[in-house]
């Protein structure tokens, strides 16, 4: 059976590395990313070319992916000149690999729709090295028809994949997913900073917390950046700062309120705000450290 072509915009360190994996299973790939280094890397592995915009990209292209910032890029891609939409080939499907606003993934897909388009968003868990090897994890909203069409495609890039219904659940899932793990370890920071201004050591709290049911992967993470010094969670103060917006933009949208994800996004910005945007979750340990009455 002949592999899908392959067109991928978003090649930072998770898309790029997704790619890799796509090119070392047999996969045509048409690419774009505003980095020219790591097109360039992608088409020196041969079976891959540039193309000059998304809509030519989208023309070419038999399934379209998508691995970017904000849902305000994805938009700028769609809808722009030369955007996705105006190229794209009945048939085709589009796949939003970022973390998107809901709202906004079920407008582009009805847009798709209307042209004999689908799409699917599929936010991912796991890290860029799990993506080298196709071992992500992909939770999936969209049409279960198309969903079954490109699931071969998704299944060589991630080793556990979740259909979760209707097109934006994945991205609502994702949010759900990076407010709790965002508010713990924003918590767990706190804690750590509130002991030693106490005058607990830091070690031994985490000797005593890591025993009952606090205990967690992202504990252990907050411990490592708090204890040891090793900021080692690879998920940045911007990117959880933005995510939190865009939570409390769905709970708006959804006419509730998410009063526990305000504190956390207002302690997420006030990081961003004092210059740590770019450092790792957990080292909003130093923010709260420093913080005064």
Known sequence: MTKPVIGFIGLGLMGGNMVENLQKRGFELVVMDLNKDAVKTVIDRGNAREATSPKELAAASDIVMLCLTTSEV???????????????????????????????????????????????????GRTPAHATDGLLNIMVGGDK??????????????????????????????LVNNFMGMTTVCTMSQAFAVADRAGVDRQQLYDIMSTGPSNSPFMGFCKNYAVDGVSDLGFSLNNANKDLGYFLKMAEDLGTRAEIAEGTSHNLQA??????????????FDYFLKLAK
């Open 271 to 284: 990081a961003v705000d004092a210059g740590m945007g770019d450092g790792n979750v957990p080292e909003i």
């Open 145 to 174: 028809e198309t969903f079954e069409k490109v699931k071969p495609v998704l299944e060589e890039q991630g080793e556990n994949i979740f259909y979760l219904g209707a097109l934006g659940n994945g991205h609502v899932t994702k």
């Open 74 to 124: 994805v938009e700028k891609l769609v809808y722009g000149d030369n955007g996705i939409l105006a190229g794209i080939k009945e048939g085709a499907v589009l796949i939003d690999f970022g973390t998107s606003i809901p709202a906004s993934t079920r407008k582009i897909g009805a847009d798709l729709a209307a042209k004999g388009a689908a799409m699917l968003d599929a936010p991912l």
